[in-house]
């Protein structure tokens, strides 16, 4: 039985008028709860290996409400979704309510609709089976939250790099300031032969290492899910068949360590160090990056100034409630982060626009395309990044119950150009009218020119301390 909720947009995204944001279903869920005599309570704890445990607690409708089941449901459903993909974890404790955490179970499981959920974080993440575990609300583990020491160690001599999917960046750095940096193309995706992602990376730090007297500790970035300097998943590796990647790509960054006698070496999510580097070029804390390319790219530094062990992989985080939203093609999730804050957006949302591009068409060529209608002053482009715009302006506010934002620090293709910058205003507009309390808390912000050029390699290289 499909249930909803009651509320209306003040900023519907023009072409998507069914889009039914996660913040607004949330908050007038909230309030029926609120109006149910406070409800029961409920929490949701996700536990990593290393004992890192995550605790975010709530209230569900009691029986008395004639939709308890199915509200209760839809939106415990969708917020485990979002925490399992914001945090990680291979243990999920739901507390509160046992018939409701049996069904949620039910979905991550194989064969279940959450089964891509079950095999990433269980086998390929954390290296061991995903588990749902219901308990009483008094049960719940107890928060444990650890967040990692890392950046902002600019002393000595030191390698940073960063690894994309078209370029791999290197910079050499002595006391913070960069007295070398190359941009080397390559092409990573669909190579089945790890020795060639290995002889890239070598070569670029031999590159950059030639421009030191020594070297002190070296940090990298990429995409992908980085434990303990192991690599879990990464989208670099993608064309390696299973038993190649674990027998030498695994501990790839361990090897290389060790190749560099044991100098403090470092590898993290690319949108971490995205963060970090916009933390340090400021100096303001509380940053969310958000990198809207190819897909949707999210890193954190806390309001203390530190990375922590979240995932922050919100591309596969849902922030469209909706029926029938969107799906994602690789995980096949509805409603998630990639289809609505990426160049995916604007290919998904070009026809409705009026235009239509050939399938073989790649999305950065789509995306100039629309970029250059804008600048036209063409309606359907407009169109486009005001839509993309208002999903974004209602994405941080949902993003804003679970993360304690200062400042969104906005990139990536999609938001440059007059496109991006009217993406930004609407973004700005919807806090503003809808969230009137973040609107004067959170402040967007985008990176200047020698941020761009050489942010990310001096952040990344000053993720070790030095020994």
């Known amino acids: 039985m499909n249930v909803s909720l009651s509320f209306s947009l003040k900023c519907p995204p023009p072409l998507e008028p069914d889009f039914v944001p996660a913040a607004l279903w949330n908050r007038a869920f909230r309030e029926r709860v609120s109006a149910a005599d406070g409800g029961k309570p409920f929490g949701i704890a996700l536990e990593q290996p290393d004992g890192t445990v995550s605790v975010y607690q709530t209230k569900i409708l009691p029986t008395t409400d004639p939709h308890a089941e199915a509200l209760n449901f839809r939106t415990i459903e969708r917020l485990v979704k979002f925490l399992l ?14 018939e409701l955490a049996s069904r949620i179970a039910a979905l991550y499981a194989p064969g279940g609709t959450r089964e891509f959920d079950f095999h990433f974080m269980g086998e390929k993440a954390y290296r061991r089976p995903l588990e749902i575990l219901g308990v009483r609300f008094d049960e719940l583990p107890t928060p444990n939250e650890a967040a990692v020491e ?43 032969d790890p020795t060639y992602h290995l002889n890239g990376i070598r070569h670029s730090l031999n590159r ?10 070296i940090g990298g970035s990429a995409a992908g899910v980085y434990v303990n300097n192991e690599v879990r998943v990464a989208s670099l590796f993608r064309g390696v068949p299973d038993d190649v990647f674990e027998e030498k790509v695994r501990r790839m ?143 941080v506010a949902h993003y804003a119950d679970t993360y304690d934002i200062r400042q969104i620090l906005a990139l990536g293709r999609v938001t440059s150009g007059a496109g991006g910058d009217l993406l930004l205003r609407e973004a700005q507009s919807v806090l503003a009218v809808e969230f009137p309390d973040l609107a004067e808390r959170i402040q967007f912000r985008q990176p200047g020119e020698k941020e761009k050029r050489h942010g990310q390699a001096i952040a990344a290289a000053s993720l070790p301390e030095a020994g």
Request: proline share 5%; glycine share 14%; hydrophobic share 40%.
């Open 150 to 192: 890392l950046g902002g160690h600019l002393d000595g001599c030191r390698i940073g790099f960063d690894l994309g999917g078209s370029d791999r960046k290197c910079a050499a750095v002595i006391d913070g300031e960069v007295v070398f940096s190359e941009e080397v193309p390559w092409d990573p995706y669909f190579q089945s």
């Open 253 to 395: 960054f361990l090897d290389l360590q060790a190749e560099w006698n044991g100098v403090p070496f470092v590898i993290v999510n690319d949108g971490d160090v995205t963060a970090l580097a916009g933390s340090m070029a400021t100096g303001d804390t509380g940053v969310l990056g958000v990198a809207m390319g190819t897909s949707e790219a999210v890193g954190f530094v806390n309001p203390e100034g530190h990375i922590t062990t979240w995932l922050n992989e919100l591309a596969f985080a849902p922030i469209d409630y909706q029926e029938n939203a969107p799906a994602d093609e690789w995980s096949g999730g509805l409603g998630v982060g990639a289809q609505y804050l990426s160049q995916q957006a604007v290919g998904r949302l070009a026809p409705k626009a009026g235009y239509h591009f050939p399938k073989e068409m790649p999305l950065p060529e789509r995306l100039i395309a629309v970029q250059e209608a804008m600048e036209k002053g063409e309606t359907g482009a407009a169109q486009i990044f005001e839509t993309i715009g208002r999903y974004f302006g209602y994405a």
């Open 85 to 98: 993909w914001q945090r990680g974890g291979y243990r999920i404790y739901l507390g509160g309510d046992h």
């Open 208 to 217: 950059a290492a030639e421009h030191l007297p020594r070297v002190d500790a």
